[in-house]
């Protein structure tokens, strides 16, 4: 059993960056693809990003890309998420989750992902 725990999230201003970062620990998640998933009020679960199992391959929501980064270090078994130029749209708790199959991708479906993180609130005030 993989447990993942997010972390970074916080209050920010329009245009700020904040940094998230997802810790994986009791399974190595090095052979799986790994995702970032957000969840605004009254919302509907919606896909962020995605990396493949070796950090390859990147795949973004259009709303987030040009300014959103998804990264991973697996020997650290961690992966992170760059949010640059944040907009008040962006407020969401932040999920991070890990690929049901190893080294399958791409992956975007929430229902592709068998392990999910707690959350982290990112809060973006204009």
């Known amino acids: 059993q993989v447990q993942l725990v997010e972390s970074g999230g916080g209050l920010v201003q329009a245009g700020d960056s904040l940094r998230l970062s997802c810790a994986a620990s009791g399974r190595t998640v090095s052979n799986y693809a790994m995702g970032w998933f957000r969840q605004a009020p009254g919302k509907e679960r919606e896909f962020v990003a995605v990396?493949?199992?070796?950090?390859?391959?990147?795949d973004y929501a259009d709303t987030v890309k040009g300014r959103f980064t998804i990264s991973r270090d697996n020997a650290k078994n961690t992966m992170y998420l760059q949010m640059n130029s944040l907009k008040p749209e962006d407020t969401a708790v932040y999920y991070c989750?890990?690929?049901?199959?190893?080294?399958?991708?791409?992956?975007?479906?929430?229902?592709?992902?068998?392990?999910w993180g707690q959350g982290t609130q990112v809060t973006v005030s204009s």
């Open positions: 989750a890990r690929a049901a199959d190893s080294y399958y991708y791409p992956v975007k479906s929430a229902s592709g992902f068998g392990s």
């Open positions: 990396i493949s199992w070796n950090g390859r391959y990147t």
